[in-house]
């Protein structure tokens, strides 16, 4: 079977390419399924797999359709059914797209976490810190950017940074950053050191020292911070409020239809 076959063959105006029960293959319809600009050769190989294909295909589809029930059969309702869904899902996937607020300001997303503080308890201890890593061996100097740091002074803060810029000291976000206790241990050389929210320390392991701010602290079961949850609750809030959209917009339709006399029951 071959494409190449069927075109010198051509005795009538659409003729058959392949047959199978009650079916057939028709020139025409091979063709459209042959790219135009494909070689001879390409095209004949195109054509006898596509032949194959159908072949298959239809012999499946003739035994399915003797071993299946009538009932199994129907697909009528299921289609239907299916079409709709796919329109309804397309009509409102359309006025979601058109008209959901998606604006969702800091006010609204700590409303709904006080409102729903229950589903964002933490399930660890979590610190907020930022620190700065210096290695130096100059233990005089290490123990007075130590003073400076532990004072409120802003003359000794001051200080601290000349000299941490002088040392082309890298820190961290200077907004400091959401981690697990845990992970503070693994990150710092903290060996269990208690920490609370304010404190400024001083950690070292053997090659560096690390002026680290406690900015926050969070135990376990407490409200988590909003920094942390707000991508999810902005989603939460949004899926309420398309959905708070669709269920307007079903009930809007069915009113105005029902009270035009476009629907009702007997």
């Known amino acids: 079977m071959s494409l190449l076959a069927c075109s010198s063959d051509r005795g009538t105006e659409d003729p058959m390419v392949a047959h199978a029960y009650d079916n057939v293959l028709t020139w025409s319809e091979l063709r459209r399924m042959v790219p135009v600009d494909a070689s001879t050769e390409d095209s004949t190989a195109m054509a006898n797999d596509i032949i194959t294909s159908w072949l298959r295909k239809e012999v499946l589809l003739h035994h399915a359709e003797l071993n299946l029930s009538e009932e199994d059969l129907d697909f009528e309702e299921r289609l239907r059914n299916y079409r709709n869904s796919l329109v309804i899902y397309a009509f409102e996937d359309a006025i979601v797209r058109e008209k959901l607020d998606t604006l969702v300001d800091r006010q609204q997303l700590e409303l709904h976490l006080q409102e729903h503080a229950e589903d964002f308890r933490l399930k660890e201890d979590l610190v907020r810190v930022k620190w700065s890593k210096v290695r130096s061996s100059?233990?005089?100097?290490?123990r007075r950017a130590r003073k400076w740091f532990e004072s409120d002074d802003p003359e000794d803060l001051h200080e601290l940074e000349l000299w941490m810029a002088e040392q082309g000291v890298s820190s961290t976000d200077p907004q400091g950053q959401w981690m697990s206790r845990e992970r503070l241990d693994m990150e710092l050389p903290f060996n269990g050191l208690g920490v609370k929210a304010g404190?400024?320390?001083?950690?070292?392991?053997s090659v560096d020292h690390y002026f680290v701010e406690v900015m926050d602290v969070r135990p376990m079961d407490s409200l988590a911070p909003?920094?942390?949850?707000h991508q999810d609750i902005r989603a939460i809030v949004l899926n309420q409020r398309k959905l708070a959209l669709v269920q307007g917009m079903h009930d809007d339709l069915f009113e105005k239809a029902l009270t035009n006399g476009e629907i009702g029951t007997p």
Not at 226 to 229: F, H, K, Q, S
């Open 138 to 142: 100059e233990v005089d100097r290490l």
């Open 199 to 205: 404190q400024r320390v001083v950690v070292s392991d």
């Open 226 to 229: 909003l920094e942390l949850v």
